[in-house]
């Protein structure tokens, strides 16, 4: 695409009808253009990649012994994002996430529902009515953008969220 | 974000965005031209104002377009060199009767297009009656016909 930048080598002609062309003005636009679409071109596959969200690069999985947290690193403003707790301890019904972290979002839904919430030492903590292996999925919309930050924690393990939120 | 701001970032990714596509993509207004076109214009939509079906909020991004074509429209009055950026310039693709390639080629412009143009507007189908046939700014081809070609009379 920009091999053909170097050799661009339009006509030089004898301007008889006053047309206010500029030959070089036109050679930088074509090169401005293909160094365009190159970025575009970019910014497609990067997309597809899920730079933007939804796609490969986009998710992140933390497993901490059994349990493990899913969501995804690159979200967008006002865009419903999941975050997943698979937890497999048999014991496992207490769920807490920083209340500093969910102040980014509009919680939407929770799935199963808890059995009670509770706000605690800067944690919202969430009961589960639940035996066994488990999927604990949070349903968020973000209200901000930017770089957002928190944890959650299953029973005694900690999980670190990073997200960053388009605008 | 901001509605003004909103407005402003999508004017200047449109017009960046069309300047990028060439002009003879904006000249070609085929029926799918117009349906692709359309579907860019409800993205925008979406992207400007999100959720938000107030008229305030309508009649700020109207103001904040209207305003943002203005002021551009003046600083091209002022400056040459601005107007050539956002708008281009013209280029001439055909000089007397020959086809200029390496031009066409790199403003994606085909022979068929300028004859088609010299038909439509002098009933011209063959180069050598072009004296000058030039890509304007707005992507059509206006056509010189050279003195030998004879004038198109009215049917009527």
Redesign the interface.
Known sequence: MLGSVSAMKPEKIKNEIGIPESIDTHVLGWKIQRIGWLIFTLLLVAAGMGLFGNGPVSYRTEIIQNDTLRYQKFIRYQTEANLSFVVNSEQTNRLKLQLSYLKNFDLQQISPEPKSTKISGGFVVYDFDISGPAQIDFVLTPNTYGNVGGSAQVENKSFLISQFIYP | ?NLVLRGVIIYFFIL?IF??A?KKTLSEATTFDLVRLLIISEVTQAAMI??DFSLTASIVLIVTLVSLDFLVNRIKMRSKKIS?VVD?????VV?KGNP????MK??NVEIDDVLQSARQSFGITSLTEI??A?LETDGSISI?PSRKAAPVKSSE
């Open positions: 974000m960046i300047r990028f060439g999100g959720n050539s281009g310039l013209p280029l001439i000089e200029l390639k390496e031009r790199l403003s004296d000058y030039v010189v």
